[in-house]
């Protein structure tokens, strides 16, 4: 059943996907994009130091002491020896698996305001409590969910009321697709699931969000295949607390290691050590560190691998038996990244009967909170396809599809209630991150079966109607 997985995975490391051309860095003194992590102020000298290796600096983040440059991989170790350097690695690539959809093939009889939402939307009504939950509070654009997606279809009918705008983070020619001109502004959605993502928080029309308005923006880090940098996504979650969101959500995520990465350059045989402290995890903790740190509250994917995430030798055994083949050793603890970091939310998905989704990642102590993803083990019987969740999709449309990916604006458009209800009650005041998780674990339903935090449900189901007062 892997081939219908929908979170936009992982697949870690300068690699991409299963299948994927490698994207390791290339002997004979090609430049790759390589990031560089400081560990205190850039100044001109360092900056001159990091030329005089002969690495081309592409990209500067103040905000998180980091840097994109472009070397030889010969380069590394002179880079690693600069002064204020506290890391160097080749540049991780996320990537972007497909993920099929089951288009609505919509009956005739079906036309007008929440017809949809009423026939297919289980999953919406799971979290509502059959709606409930809007009459006591159904948002406001005063408080914004920023979606770290693949863009989305701005003009989509059901979301263009509560679209506030947004910034494109792929650049001119990405992964050669003639359509990625490198334009801020070009945050369409080519692939579909930012939109299926955005329907599920914000949607207001023939389906419905969990908050049908709250307002919403999108930072689109994805195309239309391809994959995506830490760069990029670290740069959007900068963009977008800078914007003012209020919750950012992510449904996206892989594997990152604390600890040790080694790459062999399969060509000359060269073993290049990247450290401790490996550069991209350091790069993911400082953005999201930053976010936090302003008062926004992040909500991430779990991950959709069927893994226990909270264990790191299977991670670590998962990731070399993969990816040894181009070079790659592994040394310490696997992590879920971006959920399995502190004082992110991390998101299992459920299914419509409320129990764990067959490709949901689990673990003690990882999992935050459950929402309902779908699931599809009916295939192929008639109809399988009901038991996913049903969002707004491209060019109008709207399509079923199940993942983690699918749970976490749930439980994002939750927090935006609560934060917008917060706000309304006390005079604009906006509560902080941790207070708006103690709001949502104070309105979850208890699924685990001794209470607590549960392995597989975290601290349990996200019920919006509970969370804001309901009982």
């Known amino acids: 059943m892997r ?5 936009l995975t992982a697949v870690l490391v300068l690699l991409g996907s299963a299948g994927a051309t490698a994207l390791a860095a290339p002997s004979g003194g090609k430049p790759i994009a390589l990031t560089v992590v400081f560990n205190g102020n850039v100044n001109a000298g360092v900056l001159a130091n990091i030329q005089a290796t002969g690495a081309q600096v592409v990209k500067m983040m103040p905000e998180l002491g980091a840097a994109t440059v472009k070397a030889p991989a010969s380069a590394i170790p002179s880079l690693q020896q600069v002064g204020g350097v506290q890391a160097v690695a080749p540049q991780l690539i996320w990537k972007l ?206 991950g959709n691998e069927a893994l226990n995430a909270a264990d790191p030798k299977a991670g670590i055994q998962m990731l070399n038996e993969e990816y040894g083949i181009y070079g790659y050793t592994f040394l310490g603890a696997v992590v879920e990244a971006p959920g399995g970091i502190s004082g992110v939310i991390a998101v299992s998905a459920l299914g419509p009967d409320k129990s764990l989704a067959s490709y949901s990642n689990w673990g003690q102590g990882f999992v935050t909170l459950a929402a309902p993803g779908g699931d599809f083990q009916r295939y192929p019987e008639p109809d399988w396809f009901l038991d996913m969740c049903l969002s707004s999709y491209p060019g109008g449309a709207y399509a079923f599809m199940a993942g983690t990916s699918m749970a976490t604006p749930k439980v994002a458009a939750v927090a935006a209630l609560y934060i917008d209800q917060y706000k309304k009650t006390h005079g604009g005041q906006k509560p902080g991150p941790q207070q708006v998780l103690q709001g949502l674990k104070n309105g979850t339903e208890i699924l685990g079966k001794n209470g607590g935090r549960d392995p597989f449900f975290g601290y349990g189901l996200v019920n919006a109607y509970k969370t804001l007062g309901g009982r």
Do not use: C
């Open 3 to 7: 081939k219908f997985w929908t979170l």
């Open 97 to 302: 698996k497909a993920s099929p959809a089951v288009p609505l093939a919509e009956p005739s009889a079906l036309a007008g305001p929440g017809d949809i939402y009423n026939v297919y939307q289980w999953d919406i009504k799971m979290v509502t409590q059959n709606g409930a939950s809007w009459t006591l509070n159904t948002g406001s654009h005063q408080t914004v969910v920023g979606i770290i997606d693949t863009g989305v279809d701005p003009n989509h009918r059901d979301l263009r009321a509560n679209f506030l705008g947004g910034q494109n983070f792929v650049p001119a020619g990405a992964y050669g697709d003639p359509t990625e001109t490198g334009d801020p502004n070009d945050i369409y959605d080519r692939h579909g699931h930012g939109t299926h993502v955005a329907g599920s928080i914000a949607g207001n029309g023939r389906i419905y969000g969990v908050g049908p308005d709250l307002g919403f923006r999108a930072y689109r880090v994805f195309g239309a295949e391809g994959g995506a940098s830490t760069e990029w996504i670290a740069a959007a979650v900068v963009a977008a607390t800078n914007d003012g969101v209020d919750v950012i959500s992510m449904s996206l995520g892989g594997y990152d290691v604390n600890g040790q990465v080694l790459w062999t350059d399969p060509d000359t045989g060269v073993t290049y050590h990247l450290g401790n402290d490996h550069a991209d995890m350091i790069l993911w903790k400082r953005a999201l560190t930053y976010a936090q740190q302003r008062g926004v509250v992040v909500v991430a994917a779990a």
